[in-house]
Nanobody, 127 residues
Framework: QLQLVESGGEPVQTGGSLKLSCKIS????????LGWFRQAPGKEREGVAV????????YYHDSVKGRFTISQDAGKITVYLQMNSLNSEDTGTYYC????????????????????WGQGTQVGVSS
């Protein structure tokens, strides 16, 4: 059983930056995929970025490519989401998730593939 705890969400102005963190506790194998999803009010949850824990390859939603970067620490127990050039469309609750398998671009469209979820952290972007 894994526990995921997000932090780092806060209000920010348009054009600003934030770095979200997700600390993972429990036994996690190397073949897990870790990801960030977000949900805006009244909208469905969407995948933002995913990273394969062992290889480190990553995939992004088109809307965040070039602005967001997913990474993990050397011990691979914390996953980060660096968010730059934020705009109002980035507002929402950001969730960290883990999946018991290698992931690819298509898993961004399939939150149901992920086995563990954090409680979320709020990001609010205003002008």
């Amino acid at each position: 059983q894994l526990q995921l705890v997000e932090s780092g969400g806060e209000p920010v102005q348009t054009g600003g930056s934030l770095k979200l963190s997700c600390k993972i506790s429990g036994k996690i194998a190397n073949n897990y995929c870790l990801g960030w999803f977000r949900q805006a009010p009244g909208k469905e949850r969407e995948g933002v970025a995913v990273i394969n824990r062992n290889v480190g390859d990553s995939y992004y939603h088109d809307s965040v490519k070039g602005r967001f970067t997913i990474s993990q620490d050397a011990g691979k127990i914390t996953v980060y989401l660096q968010m730059n050039s934020l705009n109002s469309e980035d507002t929402g609750t950001y969730y960290c998730a883990a999946m018991r398998n290698y992931c690819s671009q298509q898993n961004l469209l399939r939150p149901q593939d992920f086995d563990y979820w954090g409680q979320g952290t709020q990001v609010g972007v205003s002008s």
